[in-house]
C-alpha cells in the first residue's frame, strides 16, 4: 500500500504453470490468472526460483480462514469496515496455506515473528523459506523463496497527485523523468517507480530507515531483467539486488525485487483446500 498520505505499507481457461523468467515479455491481460494454475498442494522450494502467488480478494475464499492465529483475528476484528476485514482475512490465511504446503505442515501450526523493522519472517522455517505480502484494494500478491530475501508490492490505480508526491519522496533523476512524460503518461509511471521501490525496500528489509530518494529506478514501461539503476550503500547494491516487473490486473501494478543471482519467476493463483483439488 502508499506509505505516502496513508502511511500504510501494509485470474479458467488455458490453465497452466506461467514460469516468467525476468526480461522476457509478458503479454498483458485483463486477468492475469486465466494464465495461471492454483498453488499446488505440495511444492519444493528451489534457491533458482521465486515463487509468486496472484490472489483475488473479492472472491469466496477457496481455503479456509480458520489457519489464522489468535492474533491475527484479533487484528482482522479490529478493522472498522467489513471489508477492510475480508481482505485481511482472506490474504493472510492464503499466505499461510501457501507457506504450509511449501514447508509441508499444518497451516495452523506457523508461528512468525518480526524483524527490527518490522519484517515478518517465520520463527523456525528449517527450509530457509522468505516471504513477503502485499495487498492493495482487491488484489494481494505473495512472493516466496528458499534462501533468498524477497519483497513485493501491488497498487491499486488510483488519483494522486503524482508530480507533487515524486517531488517529496522520489530521487531528484526519478522526479525529472516523471515530469518530461507526457501528463496522461505520468500516472502509469509514477505507479511504476513506486511499486518498484516499495519492493525494494520491504525485500532489504529497512523500513523507513532506507529513504526513498537513496536510490533509482526506472520508469520505463518494459521487462528488463534489471530495474534497479542506482543505490547508495556499502558494496555494489545492482549486483547484490533485481528488482523485475510483473503483470498485473486491469487496474493494478506490481513489481518484485530478490536478491540477486539466477532465478527465474513461478506465478500462480489462489490455492486451493485438498478437500476441493
Not at 533468498?148 to 522520489?170: C, H, K, P
Not at 529497512?206 to 547508495?232: I, K, N
Request: hydrophobic share 45%.
Amino acid at each position: 500500500m502508499f506509505v505516502f498520505v496513508f502511511v500504510d505499507r501494509s485470474l479458467e481457461p488455458e490453465r497452466g504453470t506461467w514460469n516468467v523468467e525476468p526480461g522476457t515479455e509478458v503479454p498483458s491481460h485483463p486477468a492475469v490468472s486465466r494464465r495461471l494454475s492454483p498453488f499446488p498442494i505440495t511444492l519444493k522450494l528451489r534457491p533458482d526460483v521465486v515463487h509468486v502467488v496472484h490472489l483475488r480478494l473479492d472472491r469466496p475464499l477457496t481455503v479456509s480462514a480458520d489457519v489464522l492465529d489468535a492474533s491475527e483475528r484479533d487484528r482482522a476484528l479490529r478493522f472498522v469496515f467489513e471489508r477492510d476485514r475480508r481482505r485481511f482475512v482472506a490474504a493472510h490465511a492464503y499466505l499461510r496455506v501457501v507457506l504450509g504446503r511449501a514447508l509441508g505442515r499444518p497451516a495452523d501450526s506457523l508461528r512468525f515473528e518480526t524483524g527490527p523493522h518490522g519484517k515478518p519472517h517465520l520463527a523456525d522455517s528449517p527450509l530457509d523459506a522468505r516471504f513477503n505480502l502485499s495487498h492493495s484494494g482487491e488484489r494481494a500478491l505473495i512472493a516466496l523463496a528458499a534462501g533468498r530475501e524477497v519483497g513485493i508490492d501491488v497498487e491499486a490505480r488510483r488519483q494522486v497527485n503524482v508530480l507533487e508526491l515524486a517531488t517529496r519522496f522520489f530521487a531528484p533523476a526519478e522526479t525529472a523523468m516523471l515530469r518530461a512524460l507526457p501528463t496522461e503518461e505520468q500516472h502509469a509511471a509514477f505507479l511504476r517507480c513506486w511499486t518498484r521501490k516499495e519492493a525494494f525496500i520491504k525485500a532489504i528489509g529497512d523500513g523507513l530507515s532506507f529513504p526513498l530518494d537513496h536510490f533509482e529506478v526506472s520508469l520505463a514501461d518494459d521487462e528488463a531483467r534489471q530495474q534497479l539503476v542506482s543505490c547508495r550503500g556499502d558494496g555494489d547494491p545492482l549486483q547484490r539486488w533485481r528488482i523485475v516487473s510483473l503483470p498485473a490486473d486491469t487496474g493494478y501494478t506490481a513489481a518484485l525485487a530478490a536478491e540477486a543471482g539466477e532465478w527465474t519467476v513461478a506465478q500462480w493463483t489462489e490455492p486451493i483446500d485438498r478437500a476441493e483439488a
